[in-house]
Structure formats: C-alpha cells, structure tokens
C-alpha cells in the first residue's frame, strides 16, 4: 500500500484517519476536527484521483493531509492501508469511519444481493475491525477515539425498514444493524484501555450530499452532522447520538 505522496519518515503531528472520503460528510467532519484538535489528516478513498484534490483543498486550508487508495472490501488491504499511515504521516489519534456501501445497495429478493451484502458487511464491519485493530496501539497511547458514521435504517423500527424497502437500500439496512452493534461492542471493550468508541445516527438525507436529489427532502446541514460529532468527542460517553 502506498500513499499518493508518501514520504520516508512519520511525523510526530497526530492524525485523524478519515475512512471513505468524500465531499459531503467525512470531508466537513475531517475540516472541523483537524482544526479543532491540530490534527493531519489521513484520506482513505477508493478514488486516487479524489484524494489527490482533496490533499490540494486541505493544503488550501492549512492542513496537512496525504491519501492512501485502498478497496475497504478487502480487510487486510484496510490493515495496511493503517499501517501505512502509520509509517508515514504520524500517530492515529482519531479513527473516522465513514464508508458508503450505496453503490451496492439492492433488494434481498434480488440475485445480486448476496454479493451486495457480502461487500456491505466486509466494508462496514470487518474492514472498520480490523482499522481499529490495526490502529489500536496508538489510539490507546493517546487515549484516542473511534468515530462512526450511522444512518436510520439501522434502528429496530418498521418505518426504517419500510424506508430501506422503498429506497432499494434493502441490503444496507442489515449492515448498518451489524455496524451499529459492533460500535456498542468496541465501546464496552475499548473503554478499558482508555479509547472512546461513539456513533452519530443521520436519520435522514443531508444537504449536499449524494442522497440530495434536489427534491427538498433532505433536511439535515453538513454542519449540523460535524457539530454532533465534535460534541460526541468532547463528551466521551455514551455510544450514539443522532442528527435530524
């Protein structure tokens, strides 16, 4: 794995990892915290064209930040892609995950569901695993913090499934169940060594986003997510909180 302008030597400077970058979510979660916390950035795309933008657009902002291509459908290409970082940009101190699996979105009664499942599960629960894993000697130096980006359909509620159904994003809600546990989990078991694990629930489509379809129905400022996000950070308690 190498980055899109690796260097020989680490810094010293902590990092955010950002995992599945974009220019919506991760990418005002990314600008609010590597400001907040003095932090460089590290860019994990599928896309190296978008991450060599996206380190130009943060150099622009004053922040340094280098991009690591990597398919997060491959859990050992995600361990070395956090290890590379490691190498050569700096200490993990906040691990964002923030992977879309829409693109692979279908019905269950669908033949390609299968395949479309397999990915949303190994992308978005054993690929955020083994990220953690594989960062967890620094994030527990640093008392560092695992930060998790959670949509509605992962509520045990009809209407969510109703929504999933409606929306042909049968296939995600089961992974966003499963995510949504594994955060619970990795709460309870990284709270023994010092590190935070925390979700924020978007419970609808959010402005600016690839779910703005220009309709008006989406409600939910980019702001307003990254606000909930450096408040859950600060708090450092409780696993999830949510933004409608």
Not at 188 to 194: F, K, Q, T, W
């Amino acid at each position: 794995m190498t980055s899109t302008t690796a260097t020989s030597e680490s810094s010293e400077t902590p990092v955010i990892v950002v995992a599945g970058y974009g220019p919506g979510i991760s990418r005002t979660v990314a600008l609010r915290l590597a400001k907040d916390k003095g932090l460089a950035v590290a860019l994990l795309a599928r896309t190296e064209s978008r991450l060599r933008d996206a380190e130009k657009e943060f150099a622009a902002e004053g922040i340094t930040a280098k991009g690591f291509p990597v398919d997060f459908g491959d859990v050992d290409a995600t361990r070395r892609a956090i290890e590379s970082v490691r190498t050569m940009l700096g200490p993990i101190h906040i691990l964002f995950w923030n992977v879309a699996s829409t693109t692979h979105a279908t019905l269950l009664l669908d033949p390609s569901s299968i395949s479309a499942l397999n990915f949303s599960f190994a992308s978005n629960v054993g690929s955020l695993v083994s990220a953690v894993q594989a960062s967890l000697p620094d994030l527990t130096s640093a008392r560092g913090a695992v930060l998790v980006t959670g949509g509605g359909m992962e509520l045990d509620a009809v209407e969510r499934a109703q929504s999933a159904v409606a929306w042909r994003f049968s296939s995600l809600a089961p992974m966003l169940a499963a995510k949504r546990k594994t955060v619970q989990v990795l709460h309870e078991e990284l709270r023994a060594v010092g590190v935070y694990a925390g979700s924020v629930t978007v419970m609808g489509p959010v402005k600016g986003t690839g779910f703005d379809d220009g309709s008006g129905r989406a409600k939910i400022e980019l702001s307003a997510v990254a606000d909930k996000f450096a408040a859950l950070l600060e708090a450092r308690a409780g696993a999830f909180d949510s933004v409608a």
